[in-house]
């Protein structure tokens, strides 16, 4: 397990003072604003920016590696941060494989809703947290303990170092949460080889800039030049490649049983007789009693409470007239 890397112990206790509160937030940079003022005498950077990206760096790093690493598992869900990158198909049933991709694509979504997986759609750098909500979505999702994060970036450097990066955490903090679960990653590859992949595809030059550290072991190698994801024409037949070769049976197995059921189901259903009759029955009672009460008398309060749906619709009251 990672150790922590030097945390000042003065920001820590200002962090462990406002997470003592239990109050929750919607992002972790909110605990920043919650602290701000109270640690502005510890500020030694030369800018109120780097001074704000140093902080909420200590603060990701603080949540992950001294209270999630440490056992707690539950600390993001406690304080309900929102996750921006995580979705799913809201299906009932959910394939224990996460889409990671740099651009959204209609590729990309058909085999979202075909797979019923999960996808993260990447802007940058990811935070711990979001690799936390995969990993906790793939710990939920696993069939024999099995779960796969498919990666679809640019190729070049940057995109293969985030992933990377991406499946190291997941791996990580599913070693906290269950250990037992293997992560298998695919990675969508653009060709065989760098030659190949530069004489198919339409390419841009890697910056050089020293700086840029990423771009350097590609560039020694003499790889100087990289592909974006919106230049790819076969994506689908790229997803489908690597998916359908390298994904566990049993998986497809349960996914396939899951879509058979549900298509049976639905043919039956639509053919029922009996269901048909119901339905009709239904809507019938439903209109009848929609026509009785929007014929009620309203009374309006507009006194204002809390703005909720229970706070709102006590604000009419309806009467029998």
Not at 44 to 59: E, H, P
Not at 71 to 86: A, F, M, P, Q
Not at 128 to 140: D, H, M, P, R, T
Not at 179 to 195: N, Q, R, T
Request: charged share 30%.
């Amino acid at each position: 397990m990672k150790t922590r890397r030097g945390l000042p112990k003065k920001l820590r206790v200002y962090i462990d003072r406002f997470l003592a509160t239990g109050e929750t937030i919607e992002n972790i940079r909110d605990i920043w604003y919650n602290v701000k003022g109270d640690i502005e005498h510890l500020n030694n950077k030369g800018s109120d920016k780097a001074w704000d990206d140093y902080v909420n760096g200590i603060i990701g790093e603080h949540l992950y590696e001294d209270i999630f690493l440490q056992g707690d598992t539950g600390i993001y869900n406690r304080l309900e941060v929102i996750s921006k990158g995580l979705g799913n198909t809201g299906y009932t049933f959910n394939t224990p494989l996460v889409l990671f991709v740099e651009k959204t694509t209609r590729a990309i979504e058909n085999a979202t809703k075909s797979l019923l997986c999960g996808r993260y759609d990447s802007t940058g750098q990811i935070p711990s947290f979001e690799a936390v909500k995969i990993a906790e979505y793939l710990a939920e999702t696993s069939i024999n303990n099995e779960a796969y994060i498919v990666g679809f970036t640019d190729y070049d450097p940057a995109g293969e170092s985030i992933f990377n990066s991406l499946i190291n955490k997941v791996k990580e903090s599913l070693e906290v949460m269950d250990s037992l679960i293997e992560v298998v990653a695919i990675s969508i590859k653009y060709g065989s080889d760098y030659d190949e992949i530069i004489g198919r595809y339409d390419t841009f030059t890697l910056s050089k800039d020293p700086k840029n550290h990423v771009n350097q072991a590609w560039i020694k190698n003499g790889r100087t030049l990289g592909v974006e994801m919106n230049v790819v024409r076969d994506k689908r037949e790229r997803i489908e490649d690597a998916i359908l070769s390298q994904v566990s049976p049993s998986i497809v197995k349960a996914l396939s049983k899951s879509r058979a059921i549900d298509y049976e189901f639905n043919l039956r259903l639509s053919s029922s007789q009996e269901h048909k009759a119901a339905e009709k029955l239904v809507k019938q009672i439903e209109d009848d009693i929609s026509n009785d009460v929007n014929e009620m008398e309203v009374e309006f309060s507009n006194e204002w409470t809390d703005i909720d749906f229970t706070s709102i619709r006590k604000m009419t009251t309806l009467s029998e007239k």
